[in-house]
């Protein structure tokens, strides 16, 4: 089906532990980003990515790390998790950036529990 | 940082009111987001406002983007259970990396 997916739906993984989530888009969009949302902070940006082979920090991009071999894959790993990284993480993509403002596209969200 | 505030952070109401939720910041944006989330899904865009004063309408929603562009406001007349759900507004990061920028959102419950 085209659109934005994201896998797993749902991840319980121990502290200490590498843990990769993975998106993936149909559109070709050039940009793909991940956000972290969490009660108290809402949407907050990890890492973002304007094609392929080139990412850029957000807001919070400590503790992960991306890459994107592939226009269509961006995916998002914690290499050693900790609990505060408990939170759901979504993926979006979109053709542009801001500020020539588009739309972007969001994934269904991974829940992610760190015991 | 920019920082945008949504108000009411909750909104409990009976299907048929009316209802306004805020989205403000001490500083300029050059263009807002409005976007609505349903349990378990991602954010889905309803609608951008690019001018300050500019209102633009969605059937029952109605957006306002502040004269100053400091502020938004999103407006929903006779609201319907199907309404419920997060609102969250976003604004481009000003800075240099010109991202999106989200408030922490207004949880709209709409009972029948």
């Known amino acids: 089906d085209a659109g934005i997916t994201q896998s797993p739906r749902y991840k319980i993984t121990e502290t200490g532990r590498q843990v990769t989530l993975m998106c993936h888009q149909t559109?070709?969009?050039?940009?793909m980003f991940w956000y972290r949302q969490d009660l108290g902070h809402g949407l907050r940006l990890i890492y973002y990515?304007?094609?392929?082979?080139?990412?850029d920090k957000g807001e919070v991009p400590d503790g992960y790390v991306v890459s994107r071999s592939k226009t269509e894959n961006f995916p998002l790993t914690l290499e050693s998790a900790t609990r505060s990284q408990t939170s759901v993480y979504f993926c979006?993509?979109?053709?542009?950036?801001?500020?020539?403002?588009?739309?972007?596209?969001f994934g269904p969200g991974t829940r992610l529990t760190v015991l | 940082t920019q920082l945008l505030e949504q108000s009411p952070q909750f909104l409990s109401i009976q299907e048929g009111e009316n209802l306004t939720v805020y989205c403000n910041s001490s500083s300029v944006f050059s263009s807002l987001q409005w976007y609505r989330q349903e349990p378990g899904e991602g954010p889905v865009l309803l609608v951008t406002?690019?001018?300050?004063?500019e209102v633009k309408k969605l059937k029952r929603l109605t957006f306002q983007f502040g004269d100053a562009r400091k502020d938004s406001s999103l407006h929903i007349t006779a609201a319907q259970p199907g309404d419920t759900g997060l609102y969250l507004c976003?604004?481009?990061?000003?800075?240099?990396?010109?991202?999106?920028?989200f408030g922490k959102g207004t949880k709209l419950s709409v009972k029948p």
């Open positions: 979006a993509s979109s053709w542009t950036s801001p500020p020539i403002l588009d739309t972007q596209y």
């Open positions: 406002v690019v001018t300050g004063g």
């Open positions: 990515s304007a094609a392929a082979d080139i990412t």
């Open positions: 976003a604004g481009v990061d000003g800075g240099s990396q010109g991202n999106l920028i």
């Open positions: 559109w070709s969009h050039s940009y």
